[in-house]
């Protein structure tokens, strides 16, 4: 493996770098500020199709489905170079690196043509409809039901903690089609476009306040055969299938975290202590927790090239591996950012300002050691997978 990008890999990134400083300009950074709700998704439905348009969107896809065929070393500088440019939120993750790439593996020719490309242009946005009230962890114990009545099936039950369902124009929604075979064999996995009659989708707020969650009621909602992907009863490997990309598509918040090692030196450097004595980058204790989550976002950014060029795209165990470090850093790093409020002169307006979105970012840490399997279901599976321990 190497450690620095190839000569065309080096050309690439200055690509990126110069479209993002054309592209991400203040205005637009304002413009996009001043959004919120389906006007905000509107206008990341229109980021994303520049990006599209400019080969940075769905670059290793294969050039059918909008692609550019690229290695995927390619979109891990999109992605490190969108985080370096503090690019908006990715909405449209779960369809783009969760859904599509399961799609481009086991859905029917059919499927794959209709909605490969309006994945990739952004022109639809995706949810994923697993957790129920009583069943996350334990996904094969979930309850929502469907059954085939005259050529249609007919879902009944209750998902919960869907993202962006409320906005979204599709669910890849698991239900049970078999209670005669054992658990994650009587699974199914459908495409439910989220218009249809008896779907009941409520937002629930989280604790940073956002409203990107949903509880989604499903009553006798119908859909065609042709919704099922994969197998009927062979939902299980879709949701496998989907969960090791999720990992995957989580760790990119490793490059995220080499971004937020600048920002905590930026602030730890014009922020001093309560007494104004001393900047905080001067003090050792300080000096010492940034080394350690420095090394550790360097770690997370050469893991994830280097199980890029491990695995050629495929996520395997290593994944788990990949979305625990990942997000713990994570955490970690924001409650370093509230170490240093807690030692600066907050009564001074600039201080405050520089601690401004750490706060909130905070308490939205916690969420992704959860979502995609919690750190303890990843730790469950590295020791079974990956370090051959007992069950
Ligand atoms: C930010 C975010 C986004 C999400 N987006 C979606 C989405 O779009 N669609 C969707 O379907 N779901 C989504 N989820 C839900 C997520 O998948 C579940 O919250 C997660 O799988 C945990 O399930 P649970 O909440 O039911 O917790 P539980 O499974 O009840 O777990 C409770 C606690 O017990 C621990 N635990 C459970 N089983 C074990 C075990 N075998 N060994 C050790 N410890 C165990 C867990 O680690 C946890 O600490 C999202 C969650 C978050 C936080």
């Not at 952004?122 to 697993?130: E, T, Y």
């Not at 602030?267 to 940034?290: F, H, N, Y």
Request: charged share 25%.
């Amino acid at each position: 493996m190497r450690l620095t990008d190839s000569t065309q890999e080096a050309e690439f990134r200055t690509y990126v770098r110069d479209w993002l400083a054309d592209n991400l300009t203040d205005q637009w950074r304002r413009d996009f500020g001043a959004t919120e709700g389906r006007e905000r998704i509107d206008f990341l439905k229109d980021w994303q199709g520049r990006l599209f348009d400019a080969g940075l969107a769905v670059r290793s896809w294969p050039a059918a489905f909008g692609g550019r065929d690229a290695p995927l070393a390619e979109s891990l500088i999109v992605f490190e170079e969108l985080a370096n440019a503090d690019a908006p939120p990715d909405v449209f993750r779960i369809g783009v690196r969760i859904i599509a790439p399961m799609i481009m593996e086991l859905a029917s020719e059919d499927q794959r043509t209709r909605f490969l490309p309006h994945i990739a242009e952004g022109l639809n946005l995706w949810s994923q409809g697993f957790s129920e009230p009583d069943n996350g962890s334990d996904l094969s114990a979930l309850t929502t039901r469907a059954i085939l009545k005259n050529g249609k099936y007919v879902i009944n039950g209750q998902k919960v903690w869907n993202t962006y369902g409320h906005l979204a124009d599709y669910c890849l929604l698991l239900a049970r089609t078999n209670t005669e075979a054992p658990p994650h064999k009587g699974l199914t996995a459908f495409i439910v476009p989220l218009s249809t009659r008896g779907i009941d989708i409520r937002p629930l707020r989280q604790i940073n306040g956002q409203q990107d969650f949903n509880e989604i009621f499903l009553d006798d909602v119908e859909v065609a055969e042709d919704a099922v992907v994969g197998e009927v009863d062979g939902g299980w490997i879709v949701a496998m299938t989907m969960l090791g990309f999720e990992r995957r598509g989580i760790s990119v918040l490793g490059f995220a975290c080499r971004r937020l090692f600048q920002r905590l030196i930026d602030v730890a450097r014009v922020t001093s202590t309560r007494d104004g004595k001393q900047r905080l980058i001067d003090l050792p204790g300080v000096r010492e927790k940034l080394t350690s989550v420095g090394i550790q976002a360097r770690i997370a950014v050469l893991n994830n090239h280097r199980f890029a060029a491990m695995s050629g795209g495929k996520p395997g165990a290593e994944t788990s591996m990949q979305k625990l470090h990942t997000t713990e850093l994570n955490k970690t790093m924001h409650a370093l950012a509230l170490d240093l409020m807690g030692k600066s002169d907050l009564t001074d307006p600039h201080a405050r300002s520089q601690f401004s979105e750490w706060e909130r970012d905070y308490l939205t840490s916690f969420g992704m050691t959860i979502a995609g399997g919690t750190s303890q279901i990843q730790r469950n599976i590295i020791s079974e997978r990956l370090l051959g321990l007992p069950r």
